[in-house]
């Protein structure tokens, strides 16, 4: 498709075990983002890549947190020794460029349920 | 149709009818603006962006109006349908070096046939 693809759609967790979580992007899109969205709430920004350059991980909310894109393309969002706080919907979004003046294209995110 | 002042987290409207929905934004330092639909189970889907240097943006169907004096922004959705039931948040960006969308809070829009 057209559109930014995430993958699992789904992830169910224990606690305490690590996971990962993947983004296709739209094609050509040179920046991505990836947000996190507690029930209820608006999404909360987690970190952003320019090409394969993390150039602001400010959101992570630990170290157990981790984020790559080592192409510039696809992008893995890994989550090491889970608790249940991390549960929520992870969400990745595109964008053509850098320029700020350019929307976000999100996918469907995966939910992530940490037992 | 229903308009609202300040921001209500639930709009209901019926079929036909327009809709305002509103939204205060944090930092009189940003300068883009976008809106979102969410549905049930998808990620947040572009509606609309308007820039700090205009004050109304039209689409089809959608109406952003933008007041930068009491930060304040508001979506218009003319002759609302059922397949507008949707979460709507805005969000913006800071400055022109900044890239993460900030999220203000949503309003669950219901429309009945």
């Known amino acids: 498709g057209a559109g930014v693809s995430q993958s699992p759609r789904y992830k169910v967790a224990k606690r305490g075990q690590d996971v990962a979580l993947r983004c296709d992007p739209i094609?050509?899109?040179?920046?991505l983002f990836w947000y996190q969205q507690a029930l209820g709430q608006g999404p909360e920004f987690l970190t952003y890549?320019?090409?394969?350059?993390?150039?602001?991980k400010s959101g992570l909310p630990s170290d157990r947190f981790f984020a790559e894109r080592p192409e510039g393309s696809v992008s893995t969002l890994k989550i090491q020794r889970t608790q249940q706080e991390d549960s929520a919907v992870y969400l990745c979004?595109?964008?053509?460029?850098?320029?700020?003046?350019?929307?976000?294209?999100f996918g469907d995110g995966t939910r992530l349920s940490i037992l | 149709g229903e308009s609202v002042g300040l921001h209500l987290p639930t709009l209901s409207v019926q079929e036909g009818d327009n809709s305002i929905i509103n939204c205060a934004y944090s930092?009189?330092?940003?300068?883009?603006f976008i809106w979102y639909k969410q549905e049930s189970g998808k990620g947040p889907q572009f509606i609309i962006d308007?820039?700090?240097?205009?004050d109304k943006r039209q689409g089809q169907r959608v109406t952003v109006l933008l007041n930068k004096t009491v930060k304040h922004l508001s979506l218009q959705i003319a002759a609302t349908q059922p397949g507008d039931s949707a979460v709507y948040f805005c969000?913006?960006?800071?400055?022109?070096?900044?890239?993460?969308?900030?999220f203000g809070k949503g309003t669950t829009l219901s429309v009945s046939s």
């Open positions: 979004a595109s964008s053509l460029n850098r320029n700020s003046n350019q929307p976000q294209h």
């Open positions: 094609s050509g899109h040179v920046s």
């Open positions: 890549f320019q090409n394969e350059a993390q150039l602001d």
């Open positions: 930092n009189s330092a940003s300068d883009y």
């Open positions: 308007i820039r700090s240097n205009m």
């Open positions: 969000a913006e960006i800071l400055n022109q070096a900044g890239t993460a969308l900030i």
